[in-house]
């Protein structure tokens, strides 16, 4: 398991930010936590495996599509701060991001 560092965290949140307002063409001050990545930015889960690609070739991640999807079949990131917290957890735990939660 990576570090999560305050520094990382801020890093990701903005990352994740840059992403959806450039991608849905949104003014990043029009952007918040609440935002719906479906019903605001009319995003969709294309977006996010984009995004992943960004954040593993940024850091290093060892992550499966396989995964993610597995996760966010239980999780879904239906909103930026749900994007967020998942990017988080996928740097965090990569691949095991699938136990997360479990006992």
């Known amino acids: 398991m990576r570090e999560l560092t305050s520094e990382i965290k801020k890093e990701i949140r903005d990352i994740v930010y840059d992403f959806f307002s450039e991608e849905c063409e949104v003014d990043i001050n029009e952007l918040n936590d609440n935002t719906s990545v479906v019903d605001d930015l009319d995003g969709d889960s294309l977006m996010l495996i984009e ?5 593993k070739k940024k850091y290093s991640l060892n992550i499966q599509l396989q995964s993610i999807g597995k996760y966010l079949l239980k999780n879904p990131a239906e909103t930026l701060e749900k994007v967020v917290q998942t990017t988080y957890l996928l740097y965090e735990y990569e691949n095991d991001i699938t136990n997360v939660g479990e006992k």
């Open 51 to 55: 995004l992943v690609d960004i954040l």
